[in-house]
């Protein structure tokens, strides 16, 4: 019988690959999981129970809170991580999971969220974090290792899956290779369209300096606007120190809070330039628009005056004129919902499926048993 791995680089909170992951199990639930350390409070329930294998990161001290420092550590992790026994590995990977190592015979397909982006991105994200010249140039030094073990590790997978169109194209352009594309799973069942609008904006993301939230909680400050924050971050006390009062801050909310406060807002705003970007999908499941800046996923999900509209700057002045121009459209909530749709996670995993079977003889059987699966 044929053995099945999914690996993710870690499991130390409940964002977006990681929702992925577990879609990608849901689709395989013969797999067994692995990871370099999981934090399995932070995790849903279905993770949690799938009971992950994890290297031996997950004896090192304060992992739930220094997870992200131990960057320099993954890559040792992830390539002793023990998978000769598997015919098929499936990685999802932000960054170090490519680098996994497999048996002579088995297929390793990677689903890539991007290349390690603050890697590749270097410039901008120490410019966000405000780093000294010294600090800096350490850090330089040390990215500089991990992007040499990123391009070799590239080369370990048989087949790449990209999450965008966007992220295919870097991809190509950072190790020579060709990606499927197959968009990110939104559960859109989870949202249901309201009869009733508010009037408040949505953020819905871990509260980080690359994504941008300080344009939206500066916009809706010097406008009056109403704006509700759900999310946690490192960036947070930051963002509470700009706001002003119209601005409300919720942290980590369960997934009904999530959903009526998506069903009933102005709509969501997305400031910050993503691989993808599930969080417009899902509030447009529950028949919202989004503001997006016009880069990244965005570009790829969000049509004007469908589903959302596009500002061209990531400027406060830029989001403002985009905030007036959504208040003065008559939104289609059902037309809205039913673009969602096509992102749904069935159709995900159907592509999934159908991808790995033409790949992997451990999957050869995908489209007859694609129905159990998809129920599991």
């Not at 990123?150 to 965008?164: C, G, H, L, M, V």
């Amino acid at each position: 019988m044929s053995k099945i791995a999914l690996f993710q680089d870690y499991l130390a909170q409940m964002g977006g690959a990681e929702r992925v992951t577990e879609a990608i199990h849901r689709a395989l639930p013969e797999a067994d999981l692995h990871t370099t350390l999981a934090v399995p409070e932070r995790l849903s329930q279905y993770l949690r129970d799938r009971d992950p294998r994890t290297t031996w990161m997950q004896f090192l001290p304060a992992k739930s809170k220094l997870y992200r420092h131990y960057f320099l550590l993954y890559p040792f992790a992830v390539e002793s991580a023990r998978l000769e026994d598997y015919d098929l590995i499936v990685s999802s990977c932000c960054g170090y999971a490519k680098g996994v190592k497999r048996g002579k015979n088995a297929v390793h397909v990677c689903y890539c969220h991007n290349p390690m982006r603050w890697v590749w991105r270097f410039n901008d994200y120490v410019g966000r974090e405000k780093f000294g010249g010294a600090s800096k140039r350490a850090l330089q030094l040390l990215v500089g290792g991990l992007k040499r073990w990123e391009k070799q590790a590239a080369t370990r997978p048989d087949y790449y899956i990209a999450n965008s169109y966007i992220v295919a194209e870097r991809l190509k352009m950072a190790f020579g290779v060709d990606a499927e594309v197959i968009e990110p799973p939104i559960v859109t069942s989870r949202f249901k369209v309201s009869s009733e609008t508010e009037d408040y904006y949505l953020i819905l993301s871990r509260l980080v300096s690359y994504k941008r939230i300080d344009l939206a909680v500066e916009a809706c400050t010097r406008t009056n606007r109403r704006l509700v924050v759900i999310g946690d971050g490192p960036d947070r006390t930051r963002l509470q120190a700009m706001a002003g009062s119209t601005v409300t801050f919720l942290g980590r909310q369960p997934d009904e809070v999530v959903n009526r406060y998506a069903s009933r807002c102005q709509a969501l705003i997305f400031p910050g330039e993503e691989d993808f970007g599930m969080a417009p999908l899902e509030i447009n499941a529950a028949g919202r628009p989004v503001v997006a800046y016009e880069a990244g996923g965005a570009t790829e999900t969000t049509i004007e005056g469908l589903n959302g509209v596009l500002f061209k700057e990531q400027t406060v002045d830029s989001l403002i004129q985009a905030l007036e121009k959504c208040e003065s459209h008559a939104w289609r909530t059902h037309a809205i919902r039913q673009h969602a749709q096509r992102y749904d996670i069935s159709v995900f995993q159907e592509r999934l499926l159908s991808f790995l079977s033409k790949v992997s003889p451990a999957v050869s059987n995908a489209d007859e048993t694609a129905e159990r699966r998809l129920a599991s």
